[in-house]
């Protein structure tokens, strides 16, 4: 039995039937967002409860957590950041898919070669705060899952150090992601970076019944996150992101939509997500399902699964706010499920992908919008599909839950 432990690829409940899900909502859940908190309260009662079935998924969930109590507290003010006045506590990344110019005497400015990751992006903030979401989430869902309080302690720890306190806590802002050497001091598209704390949140609320985090931490991290929201809807950088055409804007609204609610703003998440009916799906889907600003990138099977995955989730948010995406058809027929049906016999190995792809071609980039889809539209096609690229039903029970974060496939 193999047990998956990337960053928010769960594989927790051991649930053999999308109807236990349902069965487990009067559990008390804690509050996620990126994956189901019924089911992972299931889970936890299971292993209370002793279920030999859950030990060699406890033991992988402690061994992985284990393995990152002792790394030092992460904080963006460690790293040398060679921009000019720029405050140690701002978030700066460089663009991944830029690279020095061969034609200037210095390299500058850089210029795009879409889809070839530049290894110098290894030496800004993205790496840290990379390692930082990783070791929250899994920390956090250890210390939820085995009730041992050292993991919830060190989770905690790594929160306050990267939001809190004043020494080491980042600026509420991407001011400066994803900037261009010779070009910018950052760009809007840095903002998809911030993906990263979706895991981060759901951690947080593993924490709720920890004695490590307290109500006073809990509203700290909201005012950051408000400080956070004010940003991404006011400034340059925020407004540009809203604007774009492909996963970007979708990614974005994602964000925006989690945020809100972490925050409290129902309301204010239900439009997010009211608007993108028009603004996402009948802008960036046709009527056949296709992508077409995904198609032109130089790895189009990969981004057009970012997007899918991007919609799916938004789609999953507004269940909690009453907002239907999952049946939304613009009157020509642009829709979740019209993307989904046009990528899914590329997946299935049913047909060969045409467009280009430099990368790997991997079928398992759409496991997870299938896993949504199962569930929300219970469409028996979906399951199956799914379950020939998990491997195997035993494995598809292991990661009901296998709601993967966006940073593992994409920057």
């Excluded at 530049?118 to 989430?137: G, I, K, L, Q």
Aim: proline share 6%.
């Amino acid at each position: 039995m193999t047990i998956i432990m990337n960053i928010h690829w769960v594989g927790l409940s051991l649930l053999a039937t999308w109807p236990a899900i349902a069965a487990a909502a009067g559990v008390d859940a804690p509050r996620v967002f990126q994956c189901s908190g019924a089911a992972l309260a299931a889970a936890r009662e299971r292993a209370v409860d002793g279920d030999p079935a859950m030990t060699p998924i406890l033991k992988a969930l402690r061994d992985r957590a284990d393995a990152l109590l002792n790394d030092e507290p992460f904080s963006i003010v460690k790293n040398a950041h060679p921009l000019p006045a720029v405050d140690p506590h701002d978030y700066v990344s460089l663009a991944p898919y830029y690279w020095p110019n061969p034609d200037t005497p210095n390299g500058l400015p850089y210029i795009r070669r879409d889809g070839e990751r530049n290894p110098e992006a290894r030496e800004y903030d993205a790496r840290t705060f990379s390692a930082f979401s990783d070791h929250v989430w899994n920390l956090a869902l250890a210390g939820y899952m085995t009730g041992d309080e050292r993991y919830s302690r060190r989770a905690a720890l790594l929160l306050r150090t990267w939001f809190i306190d004043r020494p080491t806590r980042m600026n509420p802002n991407l001011d400066h992601g994803q900037f261009v050497k010779g070009e910018n001091v950052g760009r809007g598209t840095g903002i998809i970076e911030s993906n990263r704390f979706l895991p981060v949140l759901d951690g947080v609320g593993l924490l709720q019944k920890s004695d490590s985090w307290s109500a006073d931490d809990q509203s700290k991290l909201q005012d950051w996150f408000r400080a956070y929201l004010k940003w991404l809807h006011e400034s340059p950088n925020g407004l540009a992101e809203s604007r774009a055409t492909n996963n970007h804007s979708t990614w974005y609204d994602v964000q925006d939509t989690t945020y809100l609610l972490f925050v409290g703003d129902e309301a204010a998440a239900r439009k997010v997500v009211e608007a993108a009916k028009t603004k996402r799906i009948a802008a960036q889907i046709e009527p056949d399902g296709r992508m077409p600003r995904e198609l032109t990138r130089t790895k189009s099977w990969g981004y057009s699964c970012f997007n899918v995955k991007a919609l799916t989730t938004l789609a999953d948010l507004g269940q909690r706010l009453d907002v239907d995406l999952w049946t939304y058809r613009s009157a020509d027929g642009r829709s979740i499920r019209a993307a989904l049906d046009f990528l899914l016999p590329f997946a299935t190995g049913q047909q060969k992908w045409p467009h280009q792809q430099i990368s790997r071609f991997d079928s398992k980039e759409l496991l997870l919008p299938l896993r949504r889809a199962a569930i929300a539209l219970k469409d028996r096609k979906y399951v199956e599909a799914m379950t020939q690229l998990q491997g195997s039903p035993d494995g598809d029970r292991l990661n009901v839950l296998g709601f993967q974060t966006p940073e593992q496939t994409k920057p």
